[in-house]
C-alpha cells in the first residue's frame, strides 16, 4: 500500500487541493508551494486535474499512517521471531516427552506424522488397470495419474483413496485427500472422469451433495476436476487451482 501510495504522490501534480463549500456545494481550489492559503479555483470541468490532487493527499496521509504502523510492526518483529512455542516440550527429559502430547509441532514435522499415517486404500479387482505415478502407487486412470503427478511437483501432500466416513453414506475412498498445511487441514479432491454417462453422472452429483451435507465446501476444503470422452481433465487448469486453492 505504501509503493503505490508512493507512486500516486510522484504521478501527481505540485500543490494540493482545498475544498470549500457554497450553499452547500463543493468548490475546488488549487494551492501551490507559492500561492497562499485560498489558492486558486479549479473548475469542475477539470475533474481529472481535482482527482488527481485530492488522491495526492488521500496518498500522503495514508503514507504516514502506514509508516507509523510499519515502524510498530518492526519494533516487534524481532521478539515474535525469537518466540519458540515448543521451548517447554523441548526441554522436557526424554522420558516425560513419551508422556505428553505437544501442543505445538512444526510444519515440517506435521508433514512427516501426516504422511506417515497408516490406511487400507479401496482394493483393486483382479485383472482391473491401473497407472503407476512417479511416486511409483497405483491409480485407476491416466486422469488420476496426471493429477497425483502434478500434486507431487507442485509440492502439496497427499494420499490416493484414503477412507472418509461420511453422515448417511458411510465410509467413501475419496481420490484425493491434500493437506493444507498452513491450516492443517484437509482437503478432499475428487476427479469425476465419465461424466457423460447419465448413471454415473448422477451417482457424482450425489456424492457432491452428500459432501456438502458433511461440511466440505467446494473452493474449501472440497476441490473437483471433470472430464468427458471428448473433453479429457485440463491439467494446466488443475494447476491453476491448485496454486490458487493453496497460495503457491
Keep these: 500500500m505504501i509503493n503505490i501510495a508512493e507512486r500516486d504522490v510522484q504521478n501527481a501534480p505540485k500543490g494540493r487541493l482545498r475544498i470549500a463549500h457554497n450553499h452547500g456545494n463543493a468548490q475546488y481550489y488549487y494551492v501551490s508551494e507559492n500561492t497562499d492559503y485560498l489558492g486558486k479555483y479549479i473548475r469542475k470541468k477539470n475533474?481529472?486535474?481535482?482527482?488527481?490532487?485530492a488522491q495526492k493527499d488521500y496518498a500522503r496521509k495514508t503514507i504516514e499512517t502506514l509508516e507509523q504502523k510499519k515502524k510498530i510492526l518492526c519494533s516487534i518483529k524481532d521478539t515474535i521471531l525469537d518466540f519458540d512455542e515448543n521451548k517447554v516440550y523441548r526441554e522436557l527429559n526424554e522420558d516425560r516427552k513419551k508422556l505428553v502430547s505437544p501442543y505445538y509441532i512444526s510444519d515440517k514435522e506435521y508433514i512427516e506424522k501426516w504422511n506417515a499415517e497408516v490406511y487400507e486404500t479401496k482394493?483393486?479387482?483382479?485383472?482391473?488397470?491401473?497407472?503407476?505415478?512417479?511416486?511409483?502407487?497405483?491409480?485407476?486412470?491416466?486422469?488420476?495419474?496426471?493429477?497425483?503427478?502434478?500434486?507431487?511437483?507442485?509440492?502439496?501432500?497427499?494420499?490416493?483413496?484414503?477412507?472418509?466416513?461420511?453422515?448417511?453414506i458411510g465410509v467413501v475412498y475419496p481420490d484425493f485427500t491434500l493437506l493444507d498445511i498452513t491450516n492443517r487441514e484437509d482437503v478432499v479432491l475428487e476427479?469425476?472422469?465419465?461424466?457423460?454417462?447419465?448413471?454415473?453422472?448422477?451417482?457424482?452429483?450425489?456424492?457432491?451433495?452428500?459432501?456438502?451435507?458433511?461440511?466440505y465446501y467446494p473452493g474449501k476444503n472440497f476441490l473437483y476436476t471433470f472430464e468427458t470422452y471428448k473433453n479429457p481433465v485440463d491439467i494446466k487448469n488443475f494447476e491453476i487451482m491448485i496454486r490458487n486453492r493453496f497460495h503457491l
Design 47 to 53: 475533474c481529472d486535474f481535482i482527482h488527481l490532487l
Design 123 to 168: 482394493p483393486f479387482q483382479e485383472e482391473q488397470q491401473y497407472m503407476i505415478t512417479e511416486r511409483g502407487e497405483r491409480v485407476r486412470s491416466k486422469s488420476e495419474k496426471m493429477i497425483a503427478d502434478k500434486l507431487l511437483m507442485l509440492g502439496v501432500p497427499y494420499k490416493y483413496e484414503r477412507p472418509l466416513y461420511l453422515s448417511r
Design 191 to 215: 476427479h469425476f472422469g465419465m461424466m457423460d454417462n447419465n448413471s454415473y453422472c448422477e451417482n457424482a452429483i450425489r456424492k457432491i451433495n452428500g459432501y456438502q451435507r458433511n461440511g
